[in-house]
């Protein structure tokens, strides 16, 4: 970790101090990512390289330790940012990612995980290969109303618990994570927060449902197809057959009083975008709006009247415990902080160390490359958080939502499909995807490691997310 300081502190001091000195005059003291160099990508890199190589090789020790390691690389750029930009410029970056980003983006995960942990699927329901691929379905219809994350924590136990019999069931929670945990979040803002970020940006509530209906009817039909295939030739190969005794009690829902709390959290997420009260709290140079903090006080409310109102028997029931969402909040704490530098050269575009992606973007004439934006954003958002990323490219085809939603709107398409869909290529591309392994491995499911994952992304998504853009983005 030393030595990553001293690389961030000996290469740049020079170079980098007048531009974060001209951040600071312009108003408040933010960091310019014209300037900064790649190595500024070090820390993340570093996070995301621990997030796949040290449960492989000190399993032990990233069980008990995996918080301070993300503490450990979000000061590997937090301490040479104080050194060089001073700490003004440090302090204002940690506050506004935790004001604007992070506390609300792990306060939503947070009451979904909550809320859906207290419905419990209950009923004589035993795995096949059709009664896996239509919890998926449903899955992924829901995922669009009500969050991915709400609608994995839905499905996820009931379908571990009609599976644990089985040998081979890891694929089952790929494909919840392909289906619900992304790819069915596409048609509206609160299906996936890409989309939400377009929504507070004027894009209107229903332009993703008509947008990106058809582009995701194609990848969810064709994964759906695959999985029943799939699953059936692995039904075939089980050593033992399913467990004859059957209870007879009828399928029901336990918890049912958090589903309208799910529609209370639709509620809050709404209050965002639909009210402006023009009042902020700012706190060291942020401006946090009062919606944003009523959203925020509203998602906590419910959740604690969910863990009031639901039993500690339903709860039980679906081995409910805080261990998952503890875990994604010190990862994603530390993601958060080291995605700043990263972040700050993306937005500087052709001025920024990242110049060669912005050229690709780019056709003759100014004119947008849809392909390009699909895959760029795409495939940063494989890797980076999928929301600011999508901020990027949404300021980089111009920023005007009336423009992206009419003539450019294949561009807009571009953005936010390459955004929600290859956010399934691995384990850090959306939080749902953490949590889901994160549960099942909790529950004695042997889940893929990182590069695993994404081989079973590249077999399974890349020639879908081809066929897509042969179809939509020439």
Known sequence: MQRVVSVLVSGAAATLAPFAAMAAEAGAPHLSGIGLNVAWGIPFAGILLSIAIMPLLAPQFWHHHFGKVSAAWALAFIVPATILFGPAIATYEVVHTALLEYIPFIVLLWALFTVAGGIRLVGDLRSSPGTNTAMLAIGTLLASWMGTTGAAMLMIRPLIRANAWRRNQAHVMVFLIFLVANVGGSL??????????????????????????????LVVGALLAIFFFLDTYLFSREATAPPSDRSGERLGVEGGINIPLLGAIVGAVLLRGIWHSGVDVTIYHVPVPLESIASNLALVAIGLLSMRLTRAETRAGNAFSWGPIVEVAKLFAGIFVTIVPVIAILRAGPDGAMAGLVALVTGPGGRPIDAWYFWLAGGLSSFLDNAPTYLVFFNLAGGDPAELTNGLASTLMAISAGAVFMGANTYIGNAPNFMVKAIAEERGVRMPSFFGYMGWAAIFLLPLFALVTLIFFR
């Open 188 to 217: 509206t803002p609160i299906g996936d927060p890409p989309l939400f970020l377009g929504f507070l940006k004027g894009v209107p509530f229903f332009w993703p449902t008509t947008a990106l209906f058809v582009p995701m009817l």
